[in-house]
């Protein structure tokens, strides 16, 4: 399998693409683990998966300027309402089996917007939970 570099990953949040100011992306799917042990296992636990959560996290630097980064956030942060976060791994390349497409159906319930130091850059980090059937993976 080959290695790959993150240099041109696509980030689109509710139809804007936000590549340009994010530096970090990161999309998890986990299952809770369930203990189904019961007598005569043979002294091993036995588990299933339970209630699953998915979630994309982004770090982005800060931008307020119109349809940026602030312009775009704000507005799905107040509402609370559910919007559409697709991510692609190479935007040089199109979708396809080695360069999938994950996208998630979100809400967005924490913005901060004003995250920084004395001389560094402003960036804070968006976490964009599921508000459906979690990441859906394709090639379209």
């Known amino acids: 399998m080959a290695k790959k570099v993150l240099n041109n990953v696509q980030i689109v949040v509710n139809g804007v693409d936000l590549s340009d100011h994010a530096h970090t992306c990161v999309l998890s799917d986990s299952a809770a683990q369930v203990d189904f042990t019961a007598f005569g ?3 091993y636990q036995q588990f299933g998966q339970g209630l699953k959560t998915a979630q994309i996290t982004v770090d982005f630097f800060d931008d307020q300027a119109a349809s940026s980064v602030f312009a ?7 509402s609370g309402s559910a919007f559409p976060v697709t991510i692609l791994e190479d935007s040089t390349v199109g979708a396809s089996i080695t360069n999938q497409r994950g996208s998630m159906v979100s809400r967005l319930y924490d913005f901060s917007p004003i995250n ?9 980090q968006a976490q964009f939970h599921n508000a459906g059937s979690g990441i859906v993976w394709g090639t379209v």
């Open 116 to 124: 920084g130091q004395v001389g560094g850059a402003a960036s804070f």
């Open 72 to 78: 775009t956030l704000q507005p799905l942060y107040q």
């Open 41 to 43: 296992g043979n002294g």
